[in-house]
């Protein structure tokens, strides 16, 4: 990081650390009790994290009295804003007769139920309590559905935590070989065995990918990727290519997983729908919950079967203490009965608003930027080449995300740490406008620091 940068990093952090002196005091008594002060890494940011107070509507609200609009939205999951109050209502009434049983509950059916009919992959479901427990058991049933073992990622892709897709998600561009496969650990002691067991493969490549999935057609049992890729900015996939990995799993009888925990919320039948390729399963998380521990895998009839104890193909125990629970079945069915239609139409065509204007902020003041995104969806790269795959999007550069991230957040706007974000249905074009206007501003002084 040059001066000038360095200088500009310099003086965000110290309005910052000025600014919430209760949450630093908050994080270094954490410390005491939780390996970084939290328990969960992505709500680090540096120099240390706010801590909530309350949240409502667009906004979150810290312990130091500061108010922050907020486009992270738990990782685009609060696609109604904070404390919506048909949500509130709802988990009020339900927490007085139990948050937890050993037996079913009608919202269970009612959740399923709205998801099987709007999204096209799905013909049975089950909830799980995160998209790691759901990418989980989806892989599971691939590989008992097939009778095969291998499975197949992508360069970049994140699709929870288990160790077999915790492989090549985060590398170091040091740490790259000419080829994606064999995949990198993503920590130390990780088994070996797990790198031979999961082919990687570059994104939008066609030529390369049929290479990799024809010399392990015999042995791999499906294919999991996200449709609109989350880590690279909400990058959507190309068509083609998406096409094409739909075709070949067909005809080797791969099963193709969509990972679609984040790109549900494009429209009312996810990432699937608006680009017309169907998966033969679909794992959910984020928006379906309402707010709260959510996940869920769904597929073909024939697929699920699997997970069924009065069936003769049943080979999967699936068990889970919270799997289900009344708490957040209902605040699903709450959430998933206000998106209308309308919504989708109005988060998205504001999604392609900001886009737009976010780029002809960058053109203008001549600043190398590579706006992604789709739908509601939106990330800001500070990267000269245009992003197509891992390799390409980890050309950004660090040292400005840092900076752009740290200005906006003294503005009292929150992104994700690598400058990404959502819209939800309560924001407007007075929120868009507040964003851009804030671009442009950092934006001016990172390009007399930089160039």
């Given at each position: 990081m040059n001066e000038k940068l360095k200088n500009l990093l310099d003086l965000e952090n110290e309005k910052y650390i000025n600014k919430t002196k209760n949450s630093y005091i908050k994080h270094q008594t954490s410390q005491d009790v939780m390996p970084g002060g939290n328990t969960r890494t992505t709500q680090w940011m540096d120099p240390y994290p706010?801590?909530?107070?309350?949240?409502?509507?667009?906004?979150?609200?810290?312990?130091?009295?500061?108010?922050?609009?907020?486009?992270?939205?738990?990782?685009?999951?609060?696609?109604?804003?904070?404390?919506?109050?048909?949500?509130?209502?709802?988990?009020?009434?339900?927490?007085?007769?139990?948050?937890?049983?050993?037996?079913?509950?009608?919202?269970?059916?009612k959740l399923a139920d709205i998801l099987v009919n709007r999204i096209p992959s799905i013909e049975k479901i089950r909830f799980t309590n995160s998209g790691t427990e759901a990418t989980m058991m989806a892989i599971m049933a691939a590989r008992s559905y097939t009778r095969?073992?291998?499975?197949?990622?992508?360069?970049?892709?994140?699709?929870?935590?288990?160790?077999?897709?915790?492989?090549?998600?985060?590398?170091?561009?040091?740490?790259?070989?000419e080829s994606t496969h064999p995949g990198i650990s993503e920590y130390s002691s990780q088994p070996k065995s797990i790198l031979e067991d999961v082919i990687v493969m570059p994104y939008n490549d066609i030529e390369k990918t049929k290479e990799l999935i024809n010399k392990y057609k015999d042995d791999l049992s499906c294919i999991i990727l996200e449709p609109i890729i989350s880590n690279f900015g909400y990058l959507p996939l190309d068509l083609e290519f998406l096409q094409f990995i739909r075709d070949i799993t067909t005809e080797l009888n791969i099963v193709l997983i969509f990972d679609e925990i984040q790109s549900f919320r494009v429209s009312n039948g996810g990432a699937?729908?608006?680009?017309?390729?169907?998966?033969?399963?679909?794992?959910?998380?984020?928006?379906?919950?309402?707010?709260?521990?959510?996940?869920?895998?769904?597929g073909k009839d024939e697929i699920m079967d699997l997970f069924d104890p009065t069936s003769k193909n049943f080979d999967?125990?699936?068990?889970?203490?919270?799997?289900?629970?009344?708490?957040?079945?209902?605040?699903?069915?709450?959430?998933?009965?206000?998106?209308k239609q309308n919504d989708f139409i109005s988060m998205n065509n504001l999604g392609e608003e900001l886009r737009k204007q976010l780029r002809s902020v960058f053109d203008e003041i001549d600043l190398p930027v590579q706006v992604t995104g789709y739908a509601s969806l939106f990330g800001i790269n500070f990267n000269e080449n245009k992003i197509t795959d891992y390799r390409s999007f980890i050309n950004n550069n660090s040292d400005i995300?840092?900076?752009?991230?740290?200005?906006l957040r003294n503005k009292g706007i929150l992104l994700q740490v690598k400058n990404a974000g959502a819209l939800?249905?309560?924001?407007?074009?007075?929120?868009?406008?507040?964003?851009?206007?804030?671009?442009?501003?950092?934006?001016?002084?990172?390009?007399?620091?930089?160039y």
């Amino acid at each position: 990081m040059n001066e000038k940068l360095k200088n500009l990093l310099d003086l965000e952090n110290e309005k910052y650390i000025n600014k919430t002196k209760n949450s630093y005091i908050k994080h270094q008594t954490s410390q005491d009790v939780m390996p970084g002060g939290n328990t969960r890494t992505t709500q680090w940011m540096d120099p240390y994290p706010f801590f909530v107070k309350n949240a409502s509507g667009l906004n979150i609200h810290d312990i130091d009295g500061n108010n922050y609009l907020d486009f992270m939205l738990n990782a685009t999951t609060l696609i109604l804003g904070h404390a919506h109050p048909e949500i509130v209502r709802t988990l009020s009434n339900q927490i007085k007769e139990g948050t937890v049983y050993s037996a079913p509950t009608d919202g269970q059916f009612k959740l399923a139920d709205i998801l099987v009919n709007r999204i096209p992959s799905i013909e049975k479901i089950r909830f799980t309590n995160s998209g790691t427990e759901a990418t989980m058991m989806a892989i599971m049933a691939a590989r008992s559905y097939t009778r095969k073992t291998k499975i197949a990622k992508f360069e970049g892709g994140y699709h929870g935590t288990h160790d077999h897709v915790s492989v090549s998600v985060y590398p170091k561009k040091s740490e790259l070989n000419e080829s994606t496969h064999p995949g990198i650990s993503e920590y130390s002691s990780q088994p070996k065995s797990i790198l031979e067991d999961v082919i990687v493969m570059p994104y939008n490549d066609i030529e390369k990918t049929k290479e990799l999935i024809n010399k392990y057609k015999d042995d791999l049992s499906c294919i999991i990727l996200e449709p609109i890729i989350s880590n690279f900015g909400y990058l959507p996939l190309d068509l083609e290519f998406l096409q094409f990995i739909r075709d070949i799993t067909t005809e080797l009888n791969i099963v193709l997983i969509f990972d679609e925990i984040q790109s549900f919320r494009v429209s009312n039948g996810g990432a699937q729908e608006a680009f017309n390729i169907i998966p033969d399963m679909t794992t959910l998380g984020k928006v379906i919950g309402g707010g709260l521990p959510i996940g869920a895998f769904g597929g073909k009839d024939e697929i699920m079967d699997l997970f069924d104890p009065t069936s003769k193909n049943f080979d999967i125990a699936h068990a889970g203490t919270f799997n289900g629970n009344p708490l957040t079945m209902e605040a699903g069915v709450t959430v998933m009965n206000n998106l209308k239609q309308n919504d989708f139409i109005s988060m998205n065509n504001l999604g392609e608003e900001l886009r737009k204007q976010l780029r002809s902020v960058f053109d203008e003041i001549d600043l190398p930027v590579q706006v992604t995104g789709y739908a509601s969806l939106f990330g800001i790269n500070f990267n000269e080449n245009k992003i197509t795959d891992y390799r390409s999007f980890i050309n950004n550069n660090s040292d400005i995300a840092k900076v752009f991230f740290a200005y906006l957040r003294n503005k009292g706007i929150l992104l994700q740490v690598k400058n990404a974000g959502a819209l939800n249905t309560l924001m407007t074009t007075n929120e868009i406008d507040f964003l851009v206007d804030s671009t442009r501003e950092i934006a001016i002084q990172i390009k007399e620091a930089v160039y």
